[in-house]
């Protein structure tokens, strides 16, 4: 299954969500401590972005993630890698706790107004995901976006239909399949985030994956 995420006709002016990144491990809710799931991702830069851009994009993607209580680690990632041990840690595959992204000029065969595409079986795994970078410019120049900003929403879209699962689009949030200036306007930026529901599912699951390595291990040891 493909996931598309696209660009509507109408102006689009990215916003930075403003959101509380003081603690990343662990987070407070109600006065109580609050564990973060955690998530690796491999970025692979085929586009060419500047190193700037791409890590203000992660930091932003990063925020949106923090507030549904996911620590995400981004792997900058090089072909060929500079190191055999960076070679490695790029290339793990272990779904849904290490994902990779990849970054391009432009689609092959999608509509040239799409951003962005995840990759899914029937069953709604996938660890892949394209974004792609011209249309993005295209909008920087036209509506003066902030193309970091614009990158980094771009990339928490299609993370989250990976993490989601298949008819993952909402009618609300970040899970939008399009977004107009409208909701990214200063008003309703706060609203460009995963909603609770979705939070949950993605925190459940990345938290469950990691126990059942845990048991895994602890079983391995004990042999």
Not at 106 to 135: C, H, R, T
Request: a negative charge; aromatic letters at 6%; glycine letters at 8%.
């Amino acid at each position: 299954m493909i996931t598309k995420t696209f660009s509507s006709g109408v102006p689009f002016v990215a916003l930075l969500v403003l959101l509380d990144t003081s603690l990343w491990g662990r987070g407070t809710k109600n006065g109580l401590t609050e564990e973060k799931a955690p998530l690796t991702v491999s970025v692979y830069n085929e586009a060419g972005v500047p190193g700037e851009v791409l890590s203000r994009a992660e930091a932003a993607a990063s925020r949106i993630f923090q507030r549904a209580g996911i620590a995400v680690t981004w792997l900058n990632c090089e072909v060929p890698a500079a190191s055999e041990q960076a070679s490695r840690a790029c290339g793990e595959v272990a779904f849904p706790k290490h994902l990779h992204l990849r970054i391009v000029r432009k689609s092959a065969g999608l509509n040239g107004e799409a951003m962005g595409v995840s990759f899914q079986g029937e069953d709604g795994i996938g660890y892949l995901a394209d974004l792609f970078y011209e249309p993005m410019e295209e909008l920087e120049r036209s509506d003066r976006t902030d193309i970091a900003d614009l990158l980094g929403h771009v990339a928490a879209h299609e993370l989250g239909h990976l993490l989601l699962g298949t008819n993952s689009h909402a009618v609300a949030g970040i899970m939008r399949a399009r977004w107009t200036a409208d909701e990214l306007t200063s008003a309703e930026a706060a609203r460009m985030v995963f909603l609770d529901q979705e939070s949950q599912k993605m925190k459940e699951r990345l938290l469950e994956t990691r126990e059942a390595s845990g048991r895994v291990e602890d079983l391995t040891s004990r042999l």
